[in-house]
């Protein structure tokens, strides 16, 4: 099956009592037993187990190349599940600028709990290997990260792992299971916030998660079951139905990402680009041999953080909020927002500068994106 028509027709989303092409919202909380512990198609209480978050989990398994799926109420709910998988004393090995909700909930949250996280420089595969203790259970990588777009090497990043006992995860949110399949380059679990790319429509709140490892699906399904964080049947719903145009979509932002590159890079007023494509951008070679296609997101840099706010008040295509993904093109300055988490020492250091602006590239008309930014752009001189 091509992945066109795997983002149509993988997982199971027929619905076998009816006959619906769809599945159906199951907008209940239990289910009827026929008797004491006898449940129809397995079925006892929502927040175990409802038919229209199967379905979405289903999907997502057969689009990562895994047998398990779990679904839940945000991307970060997804993170810190898969955390979960750890004990107090343990220890994980984390992308240096990954995602600031993820370093709010490993540094704010985890590490009160007894879990430490230590963040380097990944897309070097040595750094890891330095970063490695006794008590290292995990690795946690972004890849396109966020917001830099620095690529780290999964497969090689995988093989340090299974080397050193360690579960290996992988947030593709970026990417998308279009582009990219972590677990095909060896990765243990790769993960997604479901809010961007998977649903694409600025309508939802969730994440994904996928493993082809039986015992570590156990100990997810459990946690996902024993904590709570589990995705309603109406949210189910909508990611459903965006992946059928997944791949449609990822085609033309990938194309209009690269557009927009070009324009950038060649740009007076832009004193750096930060995307895949670009082939001196790091790792290059390495994002070609491991995805099929580009990233919507950008980062580029102007002088300062005044200049970012003239460039997102000039763009008319380009609308400010947080997040990504989505059909519309987003813009940010991670600095004050999706990083305004992480301490300004620690953004410096990673290179997130005042000046930072963040694209999420929609699916518009090529030319119109080019165009619009360009105007913003020019109007700095």
Same mark, same amino acid.
């Given at each position: 099956?091509?992945?066109?028509?795997?983002?149509?027709?993988?997982?199971?989303?027929?619905?076998?009592?009816?006959?619906?092409?769809?599945?159906?919202?199951?907008?209940?909380?239990?289910?009827?037993q026929?008797?004491?512990?006898?449940?129809?198609?397995?079925?006892?209480?929502?927040?175990?187990?409802?038919?229209?978050?199967?379905?979405l989990e289903?999907?997502?398994?057969d689009?990562?190349?895994?047998?398990?799926?779990? +679904?839940? =109420?945000?991307?970060?709910?997804?993170? %810190? &599940?898969?955390?979960?998988l750890l004990?107090?004393? *343990?220890? /994980?090995?984390v992308?240096?600028?990954?995602?600031?909700g993820?370093?709010?909930?490993?540094?704010?949250?985890?590490?009160?709990?007894?879990i430490?996280?230590?963040?380097?420089?990944?897309?070097?595969?040595?750094?890891?290997e330095?970063?490695?203790?006794?008590?290292?259970?995990?690795?946690f990588?972004?890849?396109?990260?966020?917001?830099?777009?620095?690529?780290?090497?999964?497969?090689?990043?995988?093989?340090?792992?299974?080397?050193?006992?360690?579960?290996?995860?992988?947030d593709?949110?970026?990417?998308s299971?279009?582009?990219?399949?972590?677990? +095909?380059? =060896?990765?243990?679990?790769?993960?997604? %916030? &479901?809010?961007?790319?998977?649903?694409?429509?600025s *309508?939802? /709140?969730?994440g994904?998660?996928?493993?082809?490892?039986?015992?570590?699906?156990?100990?997810?399904?459990?946690?996902?079951?024993?904590?709570?964080?589990?995705?309603?049947?109406?949210?189910?719903y909508?990611?459903?139905?965006?992946?059928?145009?997944?791949?449609?979509?990822?085609?033309?932002?990938?194309?209009?990402?690269?557009?927009?590159t070009?324009?950038?890079?060649?740009?007076?007023?832009?004193?750096?680009?930060?995307h895949?494509?670009?082939?001196?951008?790091?790792?290059?070679d390495?994002?070609?041999?491991?995805?099929?296609?580009?990233?919507?997101?950008?980062?580029?840099?102007?002088?300062?953080v005044? &200049?970012?706010?003239?460039?997102?008040?000039?763009?008319?295509?380009?609308?400010?909020?947080?997040?990504?993904?989505?059909?519309?093109?987003?813009?940010?300055?991670?600095?004050?927002?999706?990083?305004a988490?992480?301490?300004?020492?620690?953004?410096?250091?990673?290179?997130?500068?005042?000046?930072?602006?963040?694209l999420?590239?929609?699916i518009?008309d090529?030319?119109?994106?080019v165009?619009?930014?360009?105007?913003?752009?020019d109007?700095?001189?």
């Open positions: 099956m091509k992945k066109k028509t795997q983002m149509v027709h993988g997982g199971h989303t027929t619905d076998d009592y009816t006959g619906a092409v769809t599945t159906p919202i199951y907008q209940t909380s239990t289910y009827l026929d008797d004491i512990g006898d449940l129809r198609e397995g079925y006892e209480y929502s927040r175990s187990g409802n038919p229209t978050r199967t379905a289903s999907t997502i398994a689009l990562e190349g895994a047998r398990f799926g779990f +679904a839940f =109420g945000s991307g970060v709910a997804a993170i %810190s &599940a898969v955390v979960m004990d107090k004393g *343990d220890h /994980i090995v992308n240096s600028d990954v995602y600031g993820t370093f709010r909930v490993l540094t704010k949250v985890f590490k009160r709990l007894g430490d996280a230590d963040f380097v420089d990944t897309t070097h595969t040595e750094n890891i330095s970063a490695i203790k006794p008590e290292t259970k995990m690795l990588i972004e890849t396109p990260s966020n917001p830099l777009l620095r690529i780290t090497d999964i497969q090689a990043s995988a093989d340090i792992a299974r080397k050193h006992n360690l579960i290996s995860v992988v593709n949110t970026f990417m299971p279009y582009f990219q399949n972590p677990l +095909a380059l =060896g990765a243990d679990i790769v993960l997604h %916030s &479901a809010s961007k790319y998977i649903g694409g429509h *309508d939802v /709140i969730a994904l998660v996928a493993t082809d490892n039986e015992e570590l699906a156990e100990r997810i399904g459990f946690i996902q079951n024993s904590t709570g964080g589990v995705l309603g049947p109406q949210d189910s909508l990611l459903i139905r965006g992946i059928k145009t997944l791949g449609l979509r990822m085609e033309q932002v990938s194309s209009n990402a690269v557009a927009v070009e324009m950038l890079s060649e740009h007076p007023n832009v004193e750096a680009v930060y895949p494509s670009l082939k001196d951008h790091l790792n290059h390495v994002q070609e041999r491991q995805a099929s296609g580009h990233t919507g997101v950008i980062s580029f840099v102007v002088k300062d005044d &200049a970012a706010k003239a460039v997102i008040r000039e763009t008319e295509y380009f609308t400010l909020a947080e997040s990504l993904g989505a059909v519309e093109s987003l813009i940010s300055v991670p600095a004050l927002m999706t990083h988490s992480i301490p300004k020492d620690v953004r410096e250091k990673e290179g997130i500068a005042d000046g930072l602006i963040r999420s590239v929609g518009e090529t030319d119109d994106l165009a619009d930014l360009k105007q913003a752009l109007k700095l001189n």
